[in-house]
């Protein structure tokens, strides 16, 4: 499994949200992603270091380098924009 998403299942999607100040949906949209926000791949944010540290009070610690490869190759995998939800047709004025 994906360590962005083991570690926030493990920490818990509202405590996270508390430490970040996010509302839990936007943690849990890392989660089902399984990726952080690109801003952490360049160095503006650190959510891997915080996780990384708060994962030590759980059963399955992770490291800064396994979040930060794991968000990497999650990127790579799914670019922004590519939800793999279809837009819909709307309504075409007659």
Request: charged fraction near 30%; aromatic fraction near 14%; charge should be positive.
């Given at each position: 499994m994906n360590t962005v998403k083991t570690a926030i299942e493990l920490i818990g999607l509202s405590k996270l949200a508390r430490e970040f100040d996010?509302?839990?949906s936007a943690v849990q949209k890392w989660r089902d992603d399984g990726r952080l926000p690109r801003t952490d791949l360049a160095g503006l944010t650190r959510y891997a270091h915080v996780i990384a540290?708060?994962?030590?009070?759980?059963s399955r610690p992770v490291t800064v380098e396994q979040l930060l490869d794991d968000t990497?190759?999650?990127?790579?995998?799914?670019p922004a924009g590519k939800s793999g939800l279809r837009?819909?047709?709307?309504?075409r004025a007659a």
């Open positions: 996010y509302y839990p540290e708060l994962s030590q009070q759980t990497r190759a999650a990127w790579k995998a799914r837009k819909s047709k709307g309504i």
